[in-house]
């Protein structure tokens, strides 16, 4: 009896060793599943953290180039406001200026006409003459003082920004090209041409 206990009880111990043995042996394989999975969780973290990260990135990019171009469109249309409100208060008068340089024309012509003419010694005409002569130079000081300039390109290489052609005149004593007569002179305001000087062109013979 005592050997037959003696014996279920090695039985025991030997299967109770055996389990411990098992457990040992699968208790590592346990916490390292356990560390691959947390490992592919973080894996997973850290990628989903790095698509955020870049998609945010792309965004605040995008929102910066906006600005950019939004402050550009900005600063290109103050420029635009600041150079058309120069140009008004340059060229207001253009319209005006062109017109009155006719009269300004017609005053001296009718001085030219006359200077070649004996008159009678009359005090009336001479005082006539002296007020025309007076107006015209009083004409010239308000063109001076609003911008406005006269401009006789006589010997000038012909520019057709500045002068407009009439006629050209067979002439080999100059180059081709050359202005030779002014028929009327031009007249500028600022940087801007308000009537092309009227001009007579060198030719080949």
Do not use: C, W
Request: aromatic share 6%; glycine share 4%.
């Amino acid at each position: 009896m005592d050997k037959s206990k003696k014996k279920s009880n090695l039985l025991k111990d030997e299967e109770i060793l055996l389990e411990d043995s098992i457990k040992k042996d699968e208790e590592p394989i346990e916490i390292q599943d356990s560390f691959n999975e947390k490992l592919a969780v973080d894996e997973d973290v850290k990628l989903n953290v790095k698509n955020l990260f870049d998609e945010l990135k792309a965004e605040l990019d995008e929102a910066n180039d906006r600005i950019l171009r939004m402050a550009a469109e900005m600063e290109n249309l103050r420029k635009r406001a600041f150079k058309e409100k120069e140009d008004a208060g340059k060229y207001s008068i253009s319209k005006f200026s062109r017109d009155i340089i006719i009269v300004s024309d017609n005053i001296e012509r009718a001085l030219n006409s006359i200077q070649d003419i004996e008159l009678p010694e009359n005090e009336a005409i001479s005082n006539l003459i002296t007020g025309i002569e007076i107006t015209s130079r009083e004409l010239q000081q308000v063109f001076a003082r609003h911008g406005i300039e006269r401009f006789d390109p006589s010997g000038e290489k012909f520019d057709p920004l500045y002068h407009e052609a009439m006629f050209e005149i067979p002439d080999e004593t100059v180059e081709v090209g050359m202005i030779v007569q002014v028929l009327e002179p031009g007249y500028k305001i600022k940087d801007r041409i308000l009537r092309p000087a009227r001009v007579g062109v060198s030719k080949a013979k």
